[in-house]
């Protein structure tokens, strides 16, 4: 048995709600009230032409806080469209202090007051926040689909009877506005051109992947197939170049490195030779033989001891870029002790390998996303320029800043997410290689530069120099841009397209560095 919204309400992260039993009318002519008490069909208040955001909250809802001003900006940026923001289970004097306190408030956005949930179950909301994209009129229909049925706005035949036909199967429900797709375009005479998003999400490197593509329709199947064999390719190239891996090439090369030479492939040359630039390049700020310090502080952390000083003397031997020597198809260690830790890097040239493979199958519009770093080509399937979001460092469930960014890399590095505790003391997973202490800054930082593997060490070499000498280091660097999210503001080389929530953006390069 199905229960009322406005009674049951299961809090919890996205505040899950129960809804009623379908109404005895399809929701095509439900009647709903909007905010200050006229009522209309619900027919009536979905746009004729344009696509209508169908948002359901409720006032106890903290996810729908956080996603209302990915609402305001989706209302801003579809004049074309609308907006209908169903606010169940308040009444409306309740419902008029939230809009006022939220500024919930748009041209083309209308709040419905769904006080007994009679909307919400029409549409079988089950938690909130709920968002369908409903577009315009159109004859097409699926009376068979009684899932479509009910996004459509009608019940499900199997619940008693049939409706005359309405409009076209809302898309969702989805839980955040990054979950929607892109809107749909309206019909045209040229639909056959229209970009399809076509896309491959799971779990690879340890870590989420995510990959989407833009297609033509015909060629929709190979699309799909590509991403298979791509994400296949990304199992090999971890398998060769996993440190996590004891038959790994990297985990050989740590094993015999010292004398060596060791033969290494051509893609592993190529990451060491690529590391080792960064490293001279930043000081040292990032450098690819830290993992005894990693080791030391593990140790550490497992016997609740600060490291004493020997210790961390004999470590800091042990690290250094000048320790690694590259020979063509070799490599080697100078001194015993050394071992080169290449996760971040090898990732980000995963994403280059899948991304390449992509443009060379003839794809043009792209995002590779391995754990957050991401490596992009054109635009949406609208043709806007997307927009890539920055966790908050300091609420990493909110989100700090959005980029707007085509045809580039970035990577996120910071502390924030992975640490451990040593001596009462919280030890992220980043430390300095040059002093072998932990890094001051507590932020993150974001580069954004030709390719995902030059982002992602640059990424780490930035937020070990912290704001001050790495902002430095990048306005002297044309090709390479960064974002420091800080407690109090955005530093960002790019604050055109950067879009805070909550700070104030401060440009990097047209002053001195902060302090």
């Known amino acids: ?15 899950c709600a129960t809804p009623p039993a379908p109404p005895s009318a ?16 619900w027919k009536a208040l979905l746009h004729p032409r344009g696509t209508t955001l169908v948002v359901f909250a409720t006032l106890w809802c903290e996810a729908c806080k956080r996603e209302q001003p990915e609402v305001r900006r989706w209302a801003s940026e579809h004049p074309d469209g609308g907006v209908l923001y169903v606010i169940s289970g308040s009444a409306a004097a309740q419902v008029e202090a939230f809009v006022t306190e939220r500024a919930l408030a748009a041209p083309n956005l209308k709040v419905v007051v769904d006080e007994d949930g009679h909307v919400a179950e029409a549409f079988d909301v089950s938690a909130t926040p709920s968002l369908f994209l409903c577009p315009g009129s159109s004859p097409a ?10 996004a459509a706005g009608r019940r499900p035949a199997e619940r008693g009877g049939t409706a005359p036909p309405a409009r076209d199967p809302c898309t969702g429900p989805a839980h955040a506005m990054a979950e929607l797709p892109a809107t749909p375009a309206a019909p045209t005479a040229t639909a056959t051109t229209a970009w399809v998003p076509v896309e491959d999400r799971g779990f690879e490197l340890g870590t989420s992947y995510h990959v989407v ?14 991403l298979a064999r791509v994400r296949a390719a990304v199992r090999g190239h971890e398998a060769r170049l ?23 492939s051509d893609d592993l040359h190529l990451i060491l030779a690529g590391a080792r630039h960064v490293a001279e390049a930043t000081g040292g700020a990032f450098d690819p033989t830290w993992p005894p310090l990693g080791a030391l502080y593990d140790e550490a952390a497992a016997e609740d001891r600060w490291p004493a000083p020997e210790a961390l003397a004999a470590a800091r031997a042990q690290v250094g870029f000048q320790h690694l020597a590259l020979a063509p198809g070799t490599a080697a260690f100078l001194q015993p002790g050394v071992q080169v830790g290449i996760a971040g890097v090898a990732k980000g040239f995963i994403i280059d390998r899948t991304f390449e493979a992509l443009v060379g199958g003839g794809y043009q519009h792209i995002i590779v996303n391995i754990g957050g770093d991401i490596r992009t080509a054109g635009r949406d399937r609208r043709g806007a320029v997307r927009g890539f979001k920055l966790a908050d460092p300091y609420a990493p469930r909110e989100v700090a800043a959005v980029l707007r960014l085509e045809d580039t890399a970035l990577a996120t590095s910071g502390n924030y997410l992975r640490a451990r505790t040593v001596a009462g003391r919280r030890v992220g997973h980043i430390v300095d290689p040059r002093s072998g202490e932990p890094p001051t800054f507590d932020g993150s930082v974001t580069a954004i530069t030709r390719d995902a593997a030059m982002a992602d060490a640059l990424a780490t070499a930035l937020f070990v120099l912290g704001p001050q000498e790495g902002l430095r280091f990048t306005c002297a660097r044309p090709g390479l841009d960064a974002v420091y999210v800080t407690r109090d503001a955005i530093l960002s080389t790019i604050p055109e397209r950067t879009e805070a929530r909550g700070r104030a953006v401060k440009p990097a390069c047209d002053a001195p560095a902060p302090r």
């Open 1 to 15: 048995m199905v229960r009322r919204l406005s009674l049951v309400v299961a809090l919890a992260a996205s505040a």
């Open 26 to 41: 399809p929701h095509t002519s439900m009647q709903a009230t909007l905010l200050g008490g006229a009522r209309s069909s």
């Open 141 to 150: 229909r699926d009376p068979g689909n009684p899932q479509a049925e009910r």
């Open 213 to 226: 593509l833009l297609s033509r329709p015909q060629d929709v199947p190979r699309a799909r197939a590509d």
């Open 242 to 264: 996993s440190e996590w891996r004891t038959d790994s090439e990297v985990s050989a090369l740590n094993r015999r490195g010292h004398p060596g030479p060791v033969t290494v």
